[in-house]
């Protein structure tokens, strides 16, 4: 948990907004058939920049996966256990494992996104940074 906690300072730090950690908003969990989504916090950026900064963790059981989807803000991404297959637009899909992190930008579409093992869990820590208000997912049609 300690190492948590550095990451949650660390970001809060670089957005300007060191006192975030004493105004952080804890939310429940939301479970779906495909992954488990705890909000950790919410913060407001400073004000005049439209901006909060969103913090969860996402649990896929083994064998899950998501439906293709876009954010529209940037998405960063550390994988706390397991590995997942990730594909954004039209790139190749890649496992990244225990340890590994990548970004996102707004709006690019992750069409492939699910754990890459059908016997153990995958959990990520996801920061958004997104213009305040604005969902965290949308959900993309397939083609």
């Not at 970001?11 to 058939?33: D, K, N, P, T």
């Not at 990730?86 to 992190?101: A, F, H, I, K, N």
Request: a positive charge; one cysteine or more; hydrophobic letters at 35%.
């Amino acid at each position: 948990m300690k190492s948590m906690a550095r990451v949650t300072l660390l970001v809060c730090l670089s957005f300007g907004c060191g006192g975030c950690m004493a105004h952080a908003r804890s939310y429940s969990v939301e479970s779906s058939a495909h992954s488990v989504v705890k909000t950790l916090m919410t913060e407001t950026l400073p004000e005049g920049s439209g901006r909060e900064v969103r913090m969860l963790t996402v649990e896929y059981p083994p064998g899950v996966r998501t439906p293709a989807h876009r954010h529209p803000g940037a998405v960063f991404v550390y994988v706390l256990e397991g590995a997942v297959l990730c594909g954004l637009d039209e790139g190749p899909v890649r496992t990244y494992r225990q340890g590994e992190s990548w970004w996102e930008r707004p709006g690019q579409v992750h069409r492939v996104s699910e754990n890459a093992s059908q016997t153990e869990r995958a959990k990520l820590l996801v920061f958004f940074v997104t213009e305040t208000g604005k969902p965290v997912l949308e959900t993309v049609r397939a083609r």
